[in-house]
């Protein structure tokens, strides 16, 4: 199946995944093959892999290759798969969404230049020339919190006029008012996905159409429900979600993701394997209180 980027293709939850690994941290098909079925079963619309969720800088471009095909294997065609590309170097970007794409991806999440913590200008000649090298329709990703680097609403509004392969973006700012600002300037010409997991209800409800959440991986079929809640604006069932929810939240990324979400996985059956370096384990601590609350939750 060939998924189609005019207009705004995606909707609902895409789950930021996770990439499965057995005892010897190589890429496990088996795995792959399981959680990609029980994501789609339960209600999930798409699958980003290679995204921080995936474990990008800890993989080889040979294993990300590996991922990409393993997931579009057990996806068969039935929810698109994106190729999380984070590479700060615009050869290394094209390079990588290039192979990603021969590898069967639907359309690469392109991470904004880091390290040399560009301006404005420099994050818009990034994806220009992103934009030239690929010919073809792309994401972009901005997580400010983690890379330092922010691509503004005005700047992105300005992408996607001048860039049509510009399909949309994954909006992670800590300031909620950047998505809306978004929503507002090009909502009408794009795709504004939610990438925060705590904001998520607060986006959809003010004009967001998608989300790509990462602990979608462990409830994703409350995620896919409550994504359908804040698009009837069903306040009292958002509310709920976070009251529910919010706690769990906060333990899965009380140390650096994936690795809480991984363990909070195998122990209710889902089992991805551990984190590769130089991330480690979740702590003996965090574990007793992910198995307290997952016991609450009733996941356990």
């Not at 088996?30 to 798409?46: L, R």
């Not at 609403?153 to 006029?161: N, S």
């Not at 998520?200 to 995620?223: K, T």
């Amino acid at each position: 199946m060939k998924f189609m980027f005019q207009g705004k293709p995606f909707c609902g939850v895409t789950t930021a995944l996770v990439t499965p690994f057995d005892k010897n941290n190589v890429i496990d098909d088996e795995k792959m093959t399981k959680v990609v079925n029980w994501q789609i079963e339960n209600g999930i619309k798409g699958l980003l892999v290679l995204g921080g969720s995936g474990e990008y800088v800890s993989l080889s471009m040979e294993e990300r290759v590996h991922a990409i095909r393993s997931a579009v294997k057990a996806a068969a065609g039935r929810i698109p798969i994106i190729a999380g590309v984070l590479e700060p170097g615009i050869q290394d970007a094209i390079q990588a969404a290039k192979l990603f794409q021969e590898a069967g991806a639907a359309i690469p999440l392109v991470l904004t230049p880091y390290y040399v913590n560009p301006t404005q200008e420099g994050i818009y000649d990034f994806f220009k020339a992103f934009d030239q090298g690929f010919q073809s329709p792309f994401l972009i990703y901005n997580i400010p919190y983690k890379n330092v680097t922010n691509i503004k609403p005005a700047t992105f509004a300005r992408i996607v006029e001048d860039m049509p392969n510009c399909a949309g973006i994954k909006e992670c700012s800590v300031a909620f008012a950047d998505c809306v600002d978004i929503v507002h300037r090009v909502g009408d010409k794009c795709t504004v996905m939610s990438g925060e997991d705590l904001m998520m209800g607060g986006h959809v409800l003010f004009g967001a159409e998608a989300a790509i959440i990462a602990s979608a991986n462990l409830i994703p079929a409350a995620w896919a429900k409550y994504f359908q809640d804040a698009k009837a604006r069903d306040l009292d069932a958002v509310i709920q979600f976070q009251k529910t929810y919010y706690p769990l939240f906060d333990l899965l990324f009380a140390e650096i993701n994936p690795a809480p979400l991984k363990y909070a996985m195998r122990r209710i059956g889902m089992d991805m394997g551990e984190v590769s370096t130089p991330l480690q384990p979740c702590s003996e601590p965090l574990r007793e209180k992910l198995d307290k609350m997952l016991t609450q939750l009733g996941l356990l």
